[in-house]
């Protein structure tokens, strides 16, 4: 049983950082790729970024590139998301999804497991 626990959201304040983590368990993560996706009051869940297993050049949004960093530990089954310089349009609930395999996608379909998620909130 894949099970995905987010933690590290809160209240930040605009221009602030924030690193949100994601801890992997119930099997071995090899080969998965990890997903982090965004949802605000009102809104369609969105991408933020992805990472592979073999920890690649990361995929990003538009909106958070160049502010938002995504890496992982794979000996600890853990994938973070570093957020820097964050906006009030950066209040969110944030989700981490995985997938059996080497590429990362998009959309919310692309993925097959996901975290339960947790609250950013960016005070203007």
């Known amino acids: 049983q894949v099970q995905l626990v987010e933690s590290g959201g809160g209240l930040v304040p605009a221009g602030g950082s924030l690193r949100l983590s994601c801890q992997a368990s119930?099997?071995?993560?090899?080969?998965?790729?990890m997903g982090w996706f965004r949802q605000a009051p009102g809104k369609v869940r969105e991408f933020v970024g992805c990472?592979?297993?073999?920890?690649?050049?990361?995929s990003y949004a538009d909106s958070v590139k160049g502010r938002f960093t995504i890496s992982r530990d794979n000996a600890k089954n853990t994938a973070y998301l570093q957020m820097n310089r964050v906006k009030p349009e950066d209040t969110a609930v944030y989700y981490c999804a995985t997938v059996f395999r080497p590429y990362g996608g998009t959309s919310v379909s692309d993925y097959t497991h996901w975290g339960q998620g947790t609250q950013v909130t960016v005070s203007s």
């Open positions: 990472i592979t297993w073999t920890g690649g050049i990361p």
């Open positions: 119930g099997r071995s993560f090899s080969g998965w790729t």
